[in-house]
């Protein structure tokens, strides 16, 4: 093969590979740090520019002022944390063993074709999800199964309609729509107390790995990628809110509260004082809770499986340590989703060799049940109710401060989940936590010892 056929193949292929991490949801460091590492062991010199919606690349091997470069639009948006593992652990396979181009091809040909779940599983357990978030809330089981179904609706109808290439933000107010319409009609056809149904209504639906991603490229230094997909992150919100005002709108006309047709109050009550945790049996319940919630997003989000049991565990502990210093200690909540997150982030970096897979894989899904989901529905309502009152009556200057208080509170949430989960992988910056193995770290500290004894 000629040295410009393979160059130009080369290129083709980390042009690929950088569209499939990109679709799949990885940031940009990730994404330039990969494709390094796989031009470096075909021998290479790659230097890239990486956007939200796009890809540059070029290469060279001595000269760079002979480079080769072609760029690339990358439209579709997507998660897939198991396509960007098997790409970082296809990337130290090519600079280690030195694997040739038509073994990287084939690798690749796997990636794209293996699917990880089935439908089946998809739908019936991601929806879990938000079931673990409605106990969260201090919600009943009646309002936990409410939500299961208008979750599964939404997800299934939002999934079906991007795998049909459909535009990704009106799949966003599409389920939003129809999750909330079904807990709204539900509350009002059995005359049911639905609101922490309603505040996990379409908690699935925030996009919190675009938005930790974010911010992760913007301590990094990646200014243009951060900013398209902060923005990106809140045009989903906001057509999420409107699916939800639509809903709402919706619901309140006079007429439609005339469709109350039974009467389940008093066995909804029943249902709450009968299964009310309290005690050892609550803080038990906001573990079990907490783990399922991040396994119900990490489904979401295309997990490797030999990487659940450390979402289950980290999601576990951090939303406990949360819960116990907020609720029992009293400490500020900020402060305490901070500090529930930094644990996940800097054990993340340690079960990272336990699961060979990269740390923000199992990081972003273990911490998506600390979202603050009552404070942004406070918000959320006090701006629906200033919208909804047609002009006859102005809010008073207390209300309008209390609004907007909850959406500053909110986005201060946001910036401390997300800073706790990527303040470790800036500090203990690094190309690879390979051979950074706790247990290791702590063998050659007691042979050193030996040693100087």
């Not at 019936?124 to 106990?135: D, K, Y």
């Amino acid at each position: 093969m000629s040295e410009e056929r393979k160059t130009q193949i080369v290129l083709e292929l980390l042009t690929e590979i950088g569209e499939m991490m990109i679709t799949s949801g990885a940031h940009t460091a990730r994404i330039i740090r990969n494709l390094e590492r796989i031009a470096k062991g075909l021998g290479f010199h790659c230097e890239l520019v990486l956007t939200y919606t796009g890809i540059v690349i070029s290469i060279y091997k001595h000269n760079k002022f002979k480079a080769h470069t072609l760029a690339r639009t990358v439209k579709a948006k997507g998660l897939n944390f198991e396509t960007i593992s098997e790409i970082s652990i296809l990337s130290w396979d090519v600079i280690e063993n030195k694997i040739p181009i038509s073994e990287i091809k084939s690798t690749l040909e796997q990636i794209k074709s293996k699917k990880i779940y089935s439908n089946l599983q998809l739908y019936l357990f991601a929806p879990l999800a938000s079931v673990a978030l409605c106990m969260l809330f201090d919600g009943d089981w009646l309002q936990a199964f409410i939500v299961y179904l208008s979750t599964f609706a939404g997800y299934y109808v939002r999934r079906t309609l991007v795998l049909k290439h459909h535009n990704h933000l009106f799949t966003f107010f599409i389920a939003s729509t129809l999750s909330t319409l079904i807990i709204h009609f539900a509350g009002i056809f059995f005359h049911l107390q639905v609101e922490q149904a309603l505040i996990v209504s379409i908690l699935y639906l925030i996009p919190g790995a675009i938005m930790i991603n974010s911010f992760i490229d913007y301590l990094e230094g990646y200014f243009e990628s951060g900013t398209a997909r902060f923005i990106y992150s809140l045009m989903a919100i906001l057509m999420i809110a409107f699916g939800f005002f639509t809903s709402n709108m919706i619901f309140n006309m006079p007429f439609i509260k005339s469709f109350s047709c039974f009467d389940f109050s008093n066995f909804q009550m029943l249902v709450k004082t009968s299964f009310e945790p309290e005690g050892v049996a609550l803080q038990a319940s906001k573990l079990i809770f907490g783990g399922i919630t991040s396994l119900g997003f990490a489904l979401m989000f295309n997990t490797p499986k030999r990487a659940l049991w450390t979402v289950f565990l980290l999601g576990s502990l951090g939303y406990f340590i949360k819960y116990l210093l907020f609720k029992e200690l009293d400490i500020n909540l900020i402060l305490s989703i901070f500090i529930a997150s930094s644990f996940v982030g800097i054990s993340g970096m340690y079960f990272a060799h336990r699961t060979h897979t990269p740390p923000i894989i199992f990081m972003i899904p273990a911490v998506i049940n600390m979202i603050p989901g009552l404070i942004s529905y406070k918000f959320m309502m006090g701006m629906i109710d200033w919208i909804s009152n047609n002009g006859e009556q102005k809010p008073p200057v207390s209300e309008v401060i209390e609004t907007f208080s909850y959406g500053i509170t909110t986005i201060f949430i946001l910036f401390a989940l997300a800073f706790g989960v990527a303040f470790p992988i800036i500090v203990f910056k690094s190309y690879t936590v390979k051979g950074k193995d706790l247990n290791v770290l702590i063998k050659k500290l007691f042979k050193r010892t030996d040693v100087i004894n």
